[in-house]
T-cell receptor, first 112, second 115 residues
Framework: GDSVTQMEGPVTLSEEAFLTINCTYT??????LFWYVQYPGEGLQLLLK?????DKGSNKGFEATYRKETTSFHLEKGSVQVSDSAVYFC???????????FGQGTRLTINP | EAGVAQSPRYKIIEKRQSVAFWCNPI?????LYWYQQILGQGPKLLIQ????????DSQLPKDRFSAERLKGVDSTLKIQPAKLEDSAVYLC?????????????FGPGTRLLVL
């Protein structure tokens, strides 16, 4: 079945550091790929998405590129802020379906 | 625009008791989802509704879990009887239609602790 594997957490960085959270997936077809973020005490929010190979999703300074050849969708940000501290989830949904399959989440803490 | 509403936010029960969660999706959203998020894991889909019909309930433990969406708006998820392993956050989400890759909007979740 479909699955998503994320980089193990927790990840702790200093403010203005470069961030990468790795995500790889297994799927039978051509899924859409997502990054969701969960801030403390809040619900999951869509951060960015990409629906086909080589698409780049971006939002709030975060970027991720859909790499079909490596089945990856790594999340990056050039300069993190304390307010980026949250849990980040990589997810996919198969073509023609809406069910989201999530990775296990990566907790990110940014220190001032 | 109001988001997805869920209640209660927290619930503590003893094993073998029953519990129910309520979800009110974003107005006009035809598709509603219930996910279970166990601590340290990503959310897992329990059931998906399109209007008031079930689209996918393949991962719903039907011996103890039930869900309904009367009139295609609000939904309730029930657990009866609860087990220790049901301790989790139960997330409700909604999206506009069942086609394409519409964004799912999540509620704040109900955190359940079974003692």
């Amino acid at each position: 079945g479909d699955s998503v594997t994320q980089m193990e957490g927790p990840v702790t960085l200093s403010e203005e550091a470069f961030l990468t959270i790795n995500c790889t997936y297994t799927a039978t077809g051509y899924p859409s790929l997502f990054w969701y973020v969960q801030y403390p005490g809040e619900g999951l929010q869509l951060l960015l998405k990409a629906t086909k190979a080589d698409d780049k999703g971006s939002n709030k300074g975060f970027e991720a590129t859909y790499r079909k050849e490596t089945t990856s969708f790594h999340l990056e940000k050039g300069s993190v802020q304390v307010s980026d501290s949250a849990v980040y989830f990589c997810a996919l949904s198969e073509q023609g379906a809406q069910k989201l399959v999530f990775g296990q989440g990566t907790r990110l803490t940014i220190n001032p | 625009e109001a988001g997805v509403a869920q209640s209660p936010r927290y619930k503590i029960i003893e094993k073998r008791q029953s519990v129910a969660f309520w979800c009110n999706p974003i107005s006009g959203h035809a598709t509603l989802y219930w996910y279970q998020q166990i601590l340290g894991q990503g959310p897992k889909l329990l059931i998906q509704f399109q209007n008031n019909g079930v689209v996918d309930d393949s991962q719903l433990p039907k011996d103890r879990f039930s869900a309904e969406r009367l009139k295609g708006v609000d939904s309730t998820l029930k657990i009866q009887p609860a087990k220790l392993e049901d301790s989790a956050v139960y997330l409700c989400a909604s999206s506009e239609t069942s086609g394409g890759q519409e964004t799912q909007y999540f509620g704040p979740g109900t955190r359940l602790l079974v003692l």
